[in-house]
């Protein structure tokens, strides 16, 4: 497989572009976005969705049947150690 020229170009420019704008500039973005996080217009939003999402997971859950048993309560089956034959040497349940 050959790089293309035009990768590589690409690929240059990018970084020259990216270090330019450097730290300050991440740093900027990353203001905006906590800003925009803390208003209290994106909190309610951002809740809604949560609870819609939850709402929906339930759903889909209570349709394939998973019931109320958490991973936590399911029965403990040790895994079958196996000898270098790949004879198991744990009983099956």
Known sequence: MRIRPGVVAA???GYVLGARAGREHYDAIMRQA???RE???FQGAAGLVSAQAGAAF???RGLLGAGTESPRTLPF???AAHSSNGVSSVSAH
Request: charged share 40%; aromatic share 0%; no cysteine.
């Open 11 to 13: 690929l240059g420019v």
């Open 34 to 36: 906590r800003e925009i």
């Open 39 to 41: 208003r209290p217009e």
């Open 58 to 60: 339930q759903r889909v």
């Open 77 to 79: 089956r040790p895994l």
